[in-house]
T-cell receptor, first 114, second 117 residues
């Protein structure tokens, strides 16, 4: 597509429920990144995919967080048993390669856990 | 570990006045440096980036930034701001070797720019 698409744009969920956040990167972009943006923490790097593989998952905040990418395209970030501290904007970005020369960000998913 | 400091949380500038947003970084190797802008409810848009070469880089929307290695700084400037420049501005650093890939980019906390009429 023309840009990075994220869905849903807003999600309100009850504490303890699971949520899935979706990112559709720019066509042909092999690298995909997830960030979390919250008021106290700024922008926090979560995970990076090169193709379908994520070399390092240590940036994920806890084992309730997981992410996958299939077909070198769409990625899903799943948060299990959501907690209130998970409330944040989750941003996805993609780039042509992993050279880090600047990515294109999506508009984000605003997650609110009540 | 790499880090980015944006010392000004808020800056207020009159429309038509000049602007400088400060950014200091810490990185153990040659850095890649970026400025992003975020309008309310939007994602981040890349304004400009520095990898190597000329230390004064030009970006979109009339912005420029200067890389000063001796000061570990990458300040963003604009000669004359417009009301539409009101937004959140983020400085970020990535690595020549990590390339921002495996480690991602490290962002500053952001500077909120307010434009007075």
């Amino acid at each position: 597509g023309a840009g990075v698409s994220q869905s849903p744009s807003n999600k309100v969920t009850e504490k303890g429920k699971d949520v899935e956040l979706r990112c559709d990167p720019i066509s042909g972009h092999t690298a995909l990144y997830w960030y979390r943006q919250s008021l106290g923490q700024g922008l926090e790097f979560l995970i990076y995919f090169q193709g379908n593989s994520a070399p390092d998952k240590s940036g994920l905040p806890s084992d309730r967080f997981s992410a996958e990418r299939t077909g070198g395209s769409v990625s899903t970030l799943t948060i299990q048993r959501t907690q209130q501290e998970d409330s944040a904007v989750y941003l996805c970005a993609s780039s042509l390669d992993s050279g880090g020369r600047g990515y294109t960000f999506g508009s984000g998913t605003r997650l609110t856990v009540v | 570990a790499q880090s980015v400091t944006q010392p000004d949380i808020h800056i207020t500038v009159s429309e038509g006045a000049s602007l400088e947003l400060r950014c200091n970084y810490s990185y153990g190797a040659t850095p890649y440096l970026f400025w992003y802008v975020q309008s309310p409810g939007q994602g981040l848009q890349l304004l400009l980036k520095y990898f190597s070469g000329d230390t004064l880089v030009q970006g979109i929307k009339g912005f420029e930034a200067e890389f000063k290695r001796s000061q570990s700084s990458f300040n963003l400037r604009k000669p004359s701001v417009h009301w539409s420049d009101a937004a959140e501005y983020f400085c970020a650093v990535g690595g020549m070797y990590s390339g921002g890939g495996a480690d991602g980019l490290t962002f500053g906390k952001g500077t909120h720019l307010i434009i007075q009429p």
